[in-house]
């Protein structure tokens, strides 16, 4: 499978562009956040996801590994296929749907087309625990836009410091949230999970 696809932007469309390797013309779909990102006739790399049917062979294109990663995970929900994925991934950024499913947010995730609350629903409950651990330092691809704390790193606080970091949040302001909770009993996820609450308060 490729990896990725390095080459010049011919063609864009909702939805997809065409990139040129070599002379080769690939039909690439694309979520609106790295559409927004592409530029015709510039030179780009593209991180991609192959779809494989009976009838069908298509490629999925990301701008960067992080809406890669997320793909993967919707994708692994009961349900959610390639497009659905896609769409959701034009609703919300990598970040923002980690947000939304740490802070349980249904409708960020039904502003998506073709998402439903039940679907909301399953994601929230089926990646909520994947993106904890991830999170809580679990062994990820550097760049991957969860979570990859450095392997010396134990303390739950400092992962979870980590954690907001790859959020956005900025090492200063990751650091003053965590401060105002009391995290004796909480796993690092369970920190990640408040301080999102908290902000959207």
Do not use: W
């Amino acid at each position: 499978m490729f990896y990725y696809l390095k080459g010049t932007v011919e063609h864009i469309e909702n939805g997809l562009c065409v990139l040129d390797v070599g002379g080769v013309g690939f039909l690439v779909n694309v979520s609106l956040n790295t559409l927004a990102r592409l530029e015709k006739g510039r030179e780009t790399k593209l991180y991609t996801y192959c779809a494989i049917r009976e009838d069908a062979f298509d490629i999925y294109g990301f701008y960067e590994y992080a809406e890669k990663r997320a793909f993967e995970l919707l994708i692994g929900v009961s349900g959610v296929g390639p497009r659905m994925a896609q769409s959701v991934l034009s609703s919300v950024t990598p970040e923002g749907l980690s947000m939304a499913i740490f802070s349980e947010n249904e409708k960020a995730l039904t502003a998506a087309s073709g998402v439903g609350k039940r679907i909301a629903q399953r994601i929230i409950l089926e990646l909520k625990d994947k993106i904890s651990k991830e999170a809580a330092g679990m062994p990820t691809v550097a760049g991957s836009g969860v979570v990859h704390a450095p392997a010396q790193i134990s303390d739950k606080t400092a992962l979870a410091v980590a954690a907001l970091v790859e959020y956005g949040y900025s090492h200063d302001e990751a650091v003053n949230a965590i401060k105002s909770l009391d995290t004796d009993s909480m796993s690092v996820g369970d920190i990640v999970t408040a301080v999102f609450k908290n902000s959207l308060r």
